[in-house]
């Protein structure tokens, strides 16, 4: 019995991925961001990444995967997750909201030709939403990473990545998947291996 799970989980996963290969549109929007964001490093500006939760973790993740490295040893690209500071998070949610505190550092963080992506599976994340308008007020280039629907974050993202499922667990893996194949294609393509 527990072994069907398992087998139904993995196949559920795989069946997200291959509806995201099959929507041309989709992987062409992939494609976009990550022209946008070679774009944004060439031009001596950073990548900003936002969530709650497990899209918290998945935006850290990411933002590691710039900073750091993905493949191979190269110069380290600005990318950060706007979560990370606790001591932040938690005065601002306390003196202010929680629903403000990304936005309270994009006002503080951001400059135009700046990259912020806020991952929601719902597209509904209050907090989030905050962050992207405040990021469009300062001019930066805006993403949604979400489920199908694209929730309210759909009206106001200037990009949309929304995975064709409702399922969460589903909606987080391909977050994932995008998103290192995205660092992958900046990567190589900013520091070409000789």
């Known amino acids: ?6 087998i139904a989980a993995f196949e559920a996963s795989v069946h997200t991925k291959h509806k995201i290969i099959q929507d041309d549109d989709l992987i062409q929007r992939i494609e976009l961001l ?5 774009e944004c490093y060439q031009n001596d500006r950073k990548v900003l990444w936002c969530g709650n939760g497990g899209s918290a973790a998945d935006a850290q993740h990411l933002a590691a995967e710039l900073s750091g ?3 191979y040893d190269r110069f380290p690209l600005y990318s950060e997750a706007l979560h990370v500071n606790t001591s932040y998070l938690t005065a601002v949610a306390n003196d202010y909201s929680y629903e403000e505190v990304y936005a309270r550092l994009v006002r503080a963080m951001v400059q135009p030709g700046d990259i912020l992506i806020g991952l929601s599976t719902s597209g509904h994340s209050k907090n989030v939403i905050n962050a992207i308008a405040e990021a469009n007020n300062k001019g930066a280039y805006t993403v949604g990473f979400t489920g199908e629907g694209g929730g309210q974050m759909k009206d106001i993202v200037q990009l949309l990545i929304n ?3 409702k399922d969460t667990p589903r909606i987080q893996e391909a977050h994932m998947m995008i998103g290192h194949t995205i660092c992958q294609l900046v990567e190589q393509t900013l520091f070409p291996k000789k």
Do not use: G
């Open 34 to 38: 990550t022209n946008k964001i070679i």
């Open 1 to 6: 019995m527990m072994k069907q799970s398992i």
């Open 69 to 71: 490295r993905f493949y």
């Open 163 to 165: 995975v064709p499922s």
